[in-house]
T-cell receptor, first 111, second 115 residues
């Protein structure tokens, strides 16, 4: 089957580091997206990983292991505005490159 | 400003009353898509379009129709809405659906309640 899993909710402290994990199973795989979604708003793009390894983009980094079907999003120096849901989505290599979306991880930042 | 717009943003309607949610993008994107988002579930794709006059079913197409007569517009039509279609709907567009880089740009969402 095809599915994608991520934790439902996580809590972290302002200024700290948090890692949000995502595991996926697809019949074919091109790459993995991370999106941020504030409550009641549209998802916005954070990163896209195609190759194994870590890609850093400011306070946010994303990691991919294709062999393990695993990705994580690393958020450093957490700020209150980082309170949001984080969605991972896998590019599936079927007829029209549709995405499989995780249900999202709600990240709560405490002072 | 490059954007995807949706209208209306909020809609309360009754069972069986046909409605249309409009979606428009000004980025000349080929690919457009409709999703619904429900608590505890990931985004689920309803329909998508690879280009003008080319549409296809996503994972949850029942009860919905779409059309793509112009590149910029991709309306979602509910011919006979039912309460199980109460949801948050997002329209999205992408320059191309083809990997390796096909970031999607989302509209602001339409919160639909069917009584």
């Amino acid at each position: 089957g095809q599915n994608i899993d991520q934790p439902t909710e996580m809590t972290a402290t302002e200024g700290a580091i948090v890692q949000i994990n995502c595991t996926y199973q697809t019949s074919g795989f091109n790459g993995l997206f991370w999106y941020q979604q504030h409550a009641g708003e549209a998802p916005t793009f954070l990163s896209y990983n195609v190759l194994d390894g870590l890609e850093e983009k400011g306070r946010f980094s994303s990691f991919l292991s294709r062999s393990k079907g695993y990705s994580y999003l690393l958020l450093k120096e957490l700020q209150m505005k980082d309170s949001a849901s984080y969605l991972c989505a896998a590019d599936r290599m079927d007829s029209n490159y549709q995405l499989i979306w995780g249900a999202g991880t709600k990240l709560i930042i405490k002072p | 400003e490059a954007q995807v717009t949706q209208n209306p943003r909020y809609l309360i309607t009754v069972t069986g009353k046909k409605l249309t949610v409009t979606c428009s993008q000004n980025m000349n994107h080929e690919y457009m898509s409709w999703y619904r988002q429900d608590p505890g579930l990931g985004l689920r794709q309803i329909y998508y379009s690879m280009n003008v006059e080319v549409t296809d079913k996503g994972d949850v197409p029942e009860g919905y129709k779409v059309s793509r007569k112009e590149k910029r517009n991709f309306p979602l039509i509910l011919e006979s809405p039912s309460p199980n279609q109460t949801s948050l709907y997002f329209c999205a567009s992408s320059p191309t659906p083809v990997p390796p880089y096909n970031e999607q740009f989302f509209g602001p969402g339409t919160r639909l309640t069917v009584l």
